[in-house]
């Protein structure tokens, strides 16, 4: 079990810039995890997704080049850098942490591929 702890959520113009952290129980167990958001009448979807153990992030195109992901193991902190913000970008965000998962398997860009989550974070953007 892995308890997550969203932070860092806020309104801003378009444009602007906002760090998400989310705080893990622990991080020294190889594992999945990423940000998701669910804007307003939509379903939740994979903003991007990052191995404790390293190596390549994954995002979903709507934000490369804007966002990154990153985690700081020593702190059992996961973050989102979100820059050039959109409108379109406002959405609850919340962080998700699989199971058990080997390195050297991907980490999906699936809601159904994560097993805890937290309880989210709003995040507003005003055009």
């Known amino acids: 079990q892995v308890q997550l702890a969203e932070s860092g959520g806020g309104s801003v113009q378009a444009g602007g810039s906002l760090r998400l952290s989310c705080a893990a129980s622990e991080m020294s167990i190889a594992r999945c995890m990423g940000w998701f958001r669910r804007a307003p009448e939509k379903e939740r979807e994979a903003v991007a997704s990052i191995h404790t153990g390293g190596g390549t992030a994954d995002y979903v195109d709507s934000v490369i080049g804007r966002f990154t992901i990153s985690r700081d193991n020593a702190k059992n902190t996961l973050y989102l850098q979100m820059d050039s913000l959109k409108p379109e970008d406002t959405a609850m965000y919340y962080c998700?942490?699989?199971?058990?998962?080997?390195?050297?398997?991907?980490?999906?860009?699936?809601?159904?591929?994560?097993?805890?989550w937290g309880q989210g974070t709003q995040v507003t953007v005003s055009s």
């Open positions: 998700a942490s699989t199971q058990f998962r080997s390195w050297w398997a991907p980490c999906l860009l699936r809601v159904d591929a994560y097993n805890y």
